[in-house]
């Protein structure tokens, strides 16, 4: 098996009964397949997840019986169940008992649970419940450092589970689900973002498979090329992911999966970042098949692949330590807040630029197929949860808080008036594209209202243009009949029956038109005054 470490000493600490602290120097694998030595201060349990067990070293008077016995649960759990199950644990105990004030330097006993629990703020009460279960087992397996029939206390007590759902409950505008117009603003900046090079290919397909999947991070981190398909299906092209499982129960790492259909512009994104992750692993590791391509991750790990010398290593990591190869979920992270960091689409709730995060995202997903009617058990099959004892937050009431866009506030309309002040013409001449007829613009009545600063290749409709970052709106043209013109196209639409998600979708197009308006306005006014 890969890394494993030769035994270069055994260690003969003293409890405190006098009885040797650790019996040998021992080898262990994690669930993920990495050796970790059972007396080293860190053990790295997956490419993600390490423990670090210098950290007891700041909390005083520990009873030398606690400290191993917490190792031997750690170890257990590490080499049954998943690096973040151990991890967790460990975090846990370590947090919410070892540093407790009510913990006194003894063993850990039923009373000093019951102190904890007693004196806790009423709202983390639910995390005892997960101590509760490693302090049974801590007993059950016999290991030192916990009180004799600690259990019989445990089992009386009833420990409710965490409130879930709060943020979507409540519609909080910061970490809730997004909004119809939130969720066209963000999709259309990011697109805007890509193209313009704020963005990279691997940063924007991670963050089209977040928003369009309402997958958790770690699910779309285990992606493989071969989970990506394209079926015929009786003469029609069918898209889809074969998504990794996460959060089950005794699974091991890609050993379940659900099917996600996607569409063709997401597949293409796929398939661009892929046919690059190819490109970068052939450069490094020669003589690579086909099936050694279809088993590379749809993001990588670039410190991991570069450290690997030849193809027999890159398969043994692949079978040993399935994870290796894998993007980590700091490297999410540090995606996800580059996101938030350049983002410059505005929320019509707060007036400010929405900050993005992975579960915003899952949150939307599961709000908006509510929205559409979908029942908890289609949604829970949809949102790649095992039950529906979680998804009661997205069929209850739905109705958007806050007004439609032009209710709002003021503070983001002038917002979107400054993005737009810096394309607005004042005649074809100022132009990108000044020499090319094709360029123009129109409303439905024939008139100009702008130039397309894009590709020739676009024949997309004003609405399009309306939110392209590309469309350069003139100054002189009547923004106000055009405001009047969507207006009444949403209206028909209305009175004809359209749907909610057909209704929302005039919401950018009509905010981006005020906010030119506000534009034109204010350089008009400044140029009076001149």
């Known amino acids: 098996m890969l890394n494993k470490l030769p035994i270069e000493s055994e260690r003969t600490n003293e409890l405190s009964d006098g009885h040797n602290l650790y019996e ?209 299906n009786q003469g029609k092209i069918e898209y889809s992911l074969n998504i990794p499982r996460a959060k089950q129960k005794n699974s091991f790492f890609r050993q379940e999966f659900r099917e996600f259909y996607i569409n063709e512009d997401l597949y293409l994104i796929l398939k661009n970042q892929m046919q690059s992750i190819q490109k970068f692993v052939i450069q490094h590791i020669k003589n690579l098949e086909q099936d050694d391509l279809s088993q590379l991750p749809v993001f990588i790990n670039e410190q991991n692949l570069l ?35 350049e983002c410059q689409a505005v929320s019509e709730r707060t007036g400010d630029y929405i900050n993005f995060f992975p579960y915003r995202a899952r949150r939307t997903l599961g709000t908006d197929l509510a929205r559409q009617g979908i029942g908890g058990v289609q949604i829970a099959h949809l949102l790649d949860h095992s039950d529906t004892q979680n998804v009661g937050i997205y069929t209850e009431d739905n109705i958007e808080q806050s007004l439609r866009i ?47 600063g894009g590709s020739s290749a676009c024949q997309n409709g004003i609405k399009a243009c309306l939110i392209c970052s590309s469309f350069q709106p003139l100054l002189g043209a009547d923004w106000n009949e055009l405001l009047e013109d969507l207006n009444q196209e949403r209206l028909f639409q209305s009175k004809n029956g359209a749907s909610e998600l057909v209704l929302s979708s005039y919401d950018l197009p009509l905010a981006n038109t005020a906010a030119i308006m506000e534009a034109c306005n204010k350089i008009l006014v400044d140029e009076s005054y001149a």
């Not at 993007?327 to 996101?339: E, H």
């Open 406 to 452: 032009f209710e709002a506030m003021d503070e983001p309309m002038n917002l979107l008036a400054d993005m737009f002040a810096g394309r607005i013409i004042r005649h074809e001449s100022e132009a990108i594209r000044a020499d090319d007829i094709n360029s123009r613009k129109f409303k439905n009545d024939g008139k100009q209202i702008g130039n397309c």
């Open 24 to 232: 040998q120097s021992d080898i262990r694998y994690s669930l993920m397949g990495y050796a970790f030595n059972f007396n080293d201060d860190v053990w790295k349990l997956s490419s993600n997840v390490s423990i670090n067990w210098k950290l007891l070293e700041n909390i005083e008077n520990i009873h030398p019986d606690v400290k191993v016995g917490f190792r031997q649960m750690i170890a257990e759990v590490a080499s049954n169940n998943s690096p973040f199950t151990a991890s967790g644990d460990y975090e846990e105990l370590r947090n919410l008992v070892l540093k407790s004030p009510y913990y006194d330097g003894g063993i850990i006993t039923a009373t000093l649970f019951l102190n904890i629990r007693a004196n806790m703020v009423k709202n983390n009460i639910y995390k005892l419940g997960r101590i509760r279960t490693v302090l049974k087992k801590w007993q059950k397996l016999g290991f030192v450092g916990v009180e004799t029939n600690i259990s019989l206390t445990l089992d009386k007590l009833t420990i409710k589970g965490m409130l879930k759902g709060k943020a979507i409950r409540t519609k909080d505008p910061f970490k809730g689900a997004y909004t119809v117009t939130e969720k066209q603003s963000l999709m259309n900046w990011a697109s805007n973002a890509f193209k313009d090079n704020i963005l990279n290919l691997e940063e924007f397909t991670l963050f089209c498979l977040l928003m369009c999947t309402g997958r958790r991070p770690i699910q779309i981190s285990m992606l493989r090329q071969c989970d990506v398909l394209v079926k015929n």
């Open 307 to 341: 450290s690997i010398k030849n193809i027999a290593e890159f398969r043994n990591r692949l079978e040993y330590q399935p994870d290796f190869f894998h993007i980590t979920s700091s490297k999410i992270n540090s995606i996800s807040q580059k996101i938030t960091d």
